[in-house]
């Protein structure tokens, strides 16, 4: 067993790390106030390869190890989560295809990511009335000849406005729940296809989120990635891979919002010392500090159980469970370290409390997690 990074692991996240201080952080605030995208830092990131990173190298990817984008993710979260949700949002809508797609789609569909940089995808599952039960979604695939025409509606869309091409689940039959589920490829913008409003949210501003509203959209067979009633299942594997980067992002506020804490504590005084000298602050700056290195060593499990070739869905959730509501104790607590000025916009930590409170919810609620962890814990009973 072994706890040290490899030399190639430190140079990426060393490289993360300097785009996400020098790049993310410093642009972080004006993006989170303003809500625009920040499309000329997704495009550098691309360019660094921080993005597209889970592409097959036979199509001129650079098929990174799990282990090492889960580096990277944490990384980008502490520059700026918003920001890293649309980069990493990319590569969960490729990840369908990296899993699923045939070789000709492959080409076709992932090789131009490995020479854009201003190529973005987006993940198209959930629905108005389908998020944590995705097998109730009620966007429906009719198949005419050698098209699909496709009608319904998708939110919570990261990437939507701005998208090359969507990876979309849909239903060939709704009565049969997961069993009628596919995934298919949307190219561009064809006709039917309206971008709704970006959505003001509470966090994670700079990322952009949209509904997605399909009207007959006439969508090529040759699309669909697998078999008609396998898209379900292609889903459930694509969040397994993706878990633990989204973990990571817990992992890199909470750690954000610790330095903020402590570098706080030094310098703020009461009762004429320093605040970092009371216990109830060393306290809590303690459960950080354990917690947060709690989470990264599970999350780091749950990816390697990904490099190694086994099944991670049981670790995948521990690992988003545990890191989701552990950043979202560890951001309150930085607010409440820094007091009154904590709840601030002058000051950092309320962004990072509202960017973390997502992790509790995107990709699996916390709840989600519990109800995975327990079913396979209690298979057979």
């Known amino acids: 067993m072994h706890f040290g990074l490899s030399d190639d692991e430190k140079a990426l996240q060393e490289t993360a790390r300097k785009f996400a201080r020098d790049v993310m952080r410093p642009k972080s605030a004006h993006y989170d106030e303003k809500g625009d995208f920040p499309r000329e830092i997704i495009t550098q990131a691309s360019e660094l390869g921080l993005m597209n ?13 799990h282990v090492a984008q889960a580096i990277i993710a944490e990384e980008l979260a502490w520059g700026c989560a918003g920001m890293a949700t649309s980069m990493i949002a990319n590569d969960l809508a490729l990840l369908p295809l990296v899993l699923g797609a045939s070789k000709e789609q492959k080409e076709k569909f992932l090789r131009p990511f490995t020479t854009d ?20 979604m009620r966007t429906v695939a009719r198949r005419e000849g050698d098209h699909y025409v496709i ?53 994670q501003r700079a990322s952009n989120t949209v509904t997605l509203t399909f009207e007959d959209v006439k969508v090529p067979v040759e699309n669909r ?8 299942l292609l889903a459930m594997a ?34 004429g010392k320093p605040i970092a000298e009371f216990q109830a602050i060393q ?22 159980l990904l490099d190694e070739g086994q099944r991670n869905t049981l670790v995948s959730s521990y690992a988003k ?44 609620t916390s709840q989600v997690q519990r109800l995975v962890i327990a079913r396979e814990l209690l298979k057979g009973i």
């Open 238 to 271: 694509t969040l397994d891979n993706s878990r633990p980067l989204t973990a990571m992002f817990a992992i890199g506020i909470a750690r954000a919002a610790m330095e903020h804490a402590i570098d706080y504590a030094k310098q703020r005084t009461q009762f």
């Open 117 to 136: 940089p201003r190529r973005l995808a987006s993940f198209a599952l959930t629905e108005p009335g389908a998020g944590s039960d995705v097998a109730g």
């Open 283 to 304: 306290f809590m700056i303690a459960d950080m500090a354990a917690d947060i290195e709690a989470a990264r060593l599970l999350t780091y499990k749950s990816a390697w």
């Open 225 to 232: 990635l697998g078999n008609e009633g396998e898209g379900f």
């Open 53 to 65: 990173m889970t592409l097959p190298a036979e199509i001129g990817g650079m098929e990174l190890p």
């Open 321 to 364: 469970r545990f890191a989701a509501d552990m950043g979202m104790k560890a951001a309150t607590d930085a607010v409440q370290i820094f007091g009154g000025y904590g709840y601030s916009k002058e000051y950092p930590v309320e962004k990072l409390m509202r960017d973390v409170k997502l992790i509790q919810i995107y990709e699996g």
């Open 151 to 203: 009608n319904g509606q998708k939110q919570w869309i990261t990437n939507g406005e701005y998208a090359d091409q969507f990876t979309l689940f849909c239903s060939t039959d709704t009565s049969k729940k997961h069993k009628g589920i596919m995934a298919i490829v949307v190219e561009g913008r064809p006709k039917g296809l309206t971008i709704g409003k970006h959505e003001n949210k509470m966090g």
